[in-house]
């Protein structure tokens, strides 16, 4: 069992940026972040093979959202920048012990963290 911790959601103005971070408790092969807003179904934004380092990015993030790690501490981030009020979205970290070419497909996540809101004001 892995437990995804996330930290970093919080309210800001549109062109702003936070930067969100998943702490996983153990090792899996892919990890990536998705988000939820209310009445949308759950949406794959980023992912990263833990091995290569590779990185896949949705059409809807690519060039402001970047997702990285740091395998010292076994924890994940994802850097938004340029955010939008379309942003607003409960973000969930998730993992999974295979690896994909592309963004990890929520039936292939083994585990998901709790969420951290992220809210974008106009």
């Known amino acids: 069992q892995v437990q995804l911790v996330e930290s970093g959601g919080g309210s800001v103005q549109a062109g702003g940026s936070l930067r969100l971070s998943c702490a996983a408790s153990?090792?899996?092969?892919?990890m990536g972040w998705f988000r939820q807003a209310p009445g949308k179904e759950r949406e794959g934004l980023a992912s990263?093979?833990?091995?290569?380092?590779?990185?896949y990015y949705a059409d809807s993030v690519k060039g402001r959202f970047t997702i990285s790690q740091d395998n010292a501490k076994n924890t994940v981030y994802l850097q938004t920048n340029s955010l939008k009020p379309e942003d607003t979205a409960m973000y969930y970290c998730?993992?999974?012990?295979?690896?994909?070419?592309?963004?990890?497909?929520?039936?292939?996540?083994?585990?998901w963290g709790q969420g951290t809101q992220v809210t974008v004001s106009s």
């Open positions: 998730a993992a999974s012990y295979l690896v994909v070419a592309g963004i990890l497909p929520s039936r292939e996540v083994n585990y």
């Open positions: 153990g090792y899996t092969n892919y």
């Open positions: 990263i093979n833990r091995v290569s380092g590779r990185t």
